[in-house]
C-alpha cells in the first residue's frame, strides 16, 4: 500500500487523518506539526480507536522532522492561522503564504514525486504558492499540486439540498465552480436528485437561497464555532486522498492549475477535475451559457486580485 502524509495536526489535519485511518487508505499515515507534541498525542488518541473502528495501520505523530514524511506517495498541507470572525481568508494571506512556502519546501525536499493537497486558506491563492514552490524544489508538474475547495464547497451544497428536500445527500449529484469563497459558482443546471432537475424539486427563490448559503458556508460556521470549521474541510481532503490512492477516476471539483482552460492562464480556480492515480488527470471543460460564464469570470477577477496582493509580498 501507500505512505500518506498530514501536515498540520489542528483541527483539519487531525479530522483529515483520522479519517484516512479509518478507512484504511494507507499502511503508514503520518501527522505532523511544528508544536511540540500534538502530533504525537492526537497520533497516538485516534490509534487508541482501532479497536473499535476496526482498521489496523498506526498513525503515528512527529514534531517538525520531515524526515518521517520521507517518500510519502500525497501530502495533504493544512498548515496554516485558522480564520476568526470578522476576517476575509484574504487576512490570511501575508501569514499563511509564508507558512505554506516553507511547508511545502520541506515537504518535497523529502518527497519529491508525492502528490500535494492544499487545504490551507485562502485557498487558490495557497495552492498557487504551493506549486509554484514545489515546481522549484522538486519540479512537480500542475498535475500532482491542487486544492480541496470544491469538494467541501459541493458537500455543504448537497448538505442543505438533501435538508430541504427531504432526501439522502448520496442521491445528490452537483457541481460548484470558482474560487473558494463568496464569488464561487454553484450550478443548478448540473444539479440533480437521483437523475431529476433540482429545479423540479425546489421553488426557485429557496434555490437561490440556498446557493448562497453554500457561498457563506465557511463564514456560517466561523461565527457559529468561533474559529474555521473542521469536520467538513477534514473528511474533504480525506475523499480526494481515497480518489487519489485508490485510482478511483473520480469527477470532482478540485482547484486546479488552469494554462488556457476556460480561457484562464497561470492560476488557480475550482473546475470539475477526473481525480486519479496520477491526480488531477483531466480538467472538464463544461458548455456554461451566458450567465454561467459571467459568474464565472467574476469569480476568477476575484483570485487574481488576491493574487495582485499575493505578488506584492514577494513571497516566490
Known amino acids: 500500500m501507500s505512505k500518506i502524509t498530514v501536515i498540520g495536526a489542528g483541527n483539519v489535519g487531525a479530522t483529515c487523518a483520522e ?34 473502528a476496526g482498521f489496523h495501520h498506526q498513525i503515528k505523530g512527529f514534531t517538525n522532522d520531515y524526515s518521517a514524511t520521507a517518500d510519502s506517495d500525497v501530502i495533504v498541507i493544512t498548515s496554516g492561522v485558522p480564520r476568526k470572525p470578522g476576517m476575509s481568508r484574504e487576512d490570511l494571506i501575508g501569514v499563511n503564504a509564508g507558512i505554506v512556502k516553507s511547508v511545502t519546501e520541506q515537504a518535497m525536499k523529502a518527497s519529491p514525486n508525492a502528490i500535494v493537497i492544499i487545504v490551507s486558506n485562502p485557498l487558490d491563492v495557497m495552492t498557487y504558492v504551493a506549486f509554484k514552490t514545489a515546481q522549484k524544489v522538486a519540479g512537480s508538474t500542475k498535475n500532482k499540486v491542487f486544492g480541496m475547495a470544491g469538494t467541501l464547497d459541493t458537500a455543504r451544497y448537497k448538505a442543505f439540498l438533501a435538508e430541504e428536500i427531504g432526501v439522502t445527500p448520496q442521491d445528490i449529484q452537483a457541481l460548484l465552480l470558482g474560487g473558494h469563497g463568496d464569488t464561487m459558482v454553484p450550478l443548478p443546471r448540473y444539479t440533480t436528485v437521483g437523475g431529476v432537475p433540482v429545479t423540479d424539486l425546489v421553488a426557485k427563490e429557496k434555490l437561490e437561497a440556498i446557493i448562497e448559503r453554500t457561498k457563506k458556508g465557511g463564514g456560517e460556521l466561523t461565527n457559529l464555532l468561533g474559529t474555521s470549521a473542521w469536520y467538513a474541510p477534514g473528511t474533504s ?7 487519489i490512492i485508490r485510482d478511483q477516476k473520480r469527477l470532482v471539483p478540485v482547484c486546479a492549475y488552469l494554462d488556457g482552460e ?6 488557480y480556480l475550482g ?37 495582485g496582493v499575493l505578488d506584492t509580498m514577494n513571497v516566490l
Open 19 to 52: 479519517t484516512i485511518a479509518r478507512r484504511d487508505l494507507a499502511t503508514e499515515v503520518v501527522l505532523l506539526d511544528i508544536k511540540p507534541n500534538l502530533s504525537e498525542g492526537k497520533a497516538l488518541d485516534i490509534w487508541q480507536t482501532s479497536a473499535l
Open 262 to 267: 476556460y480561457g484562464y492562464k497561470d492560476m
Open 237 to 243: 481532503a480525506a475523499y480526494m486522498v481515497e480518489a
Open 271 to 307: 473546475v470539475p477535475v477526473i481525480l486519479g492515480k496520477n491526480g488531477v488527470e483531466k480538467i472538464i471543460e463544461l458548455n456554461l451559457n451566458a450567465d454561467e460564464k459571467a459568474l464565472l469570470d467574476a469569480s476568477a477577477q476575484a483570485v487574481k486580485k488576491t493574487l
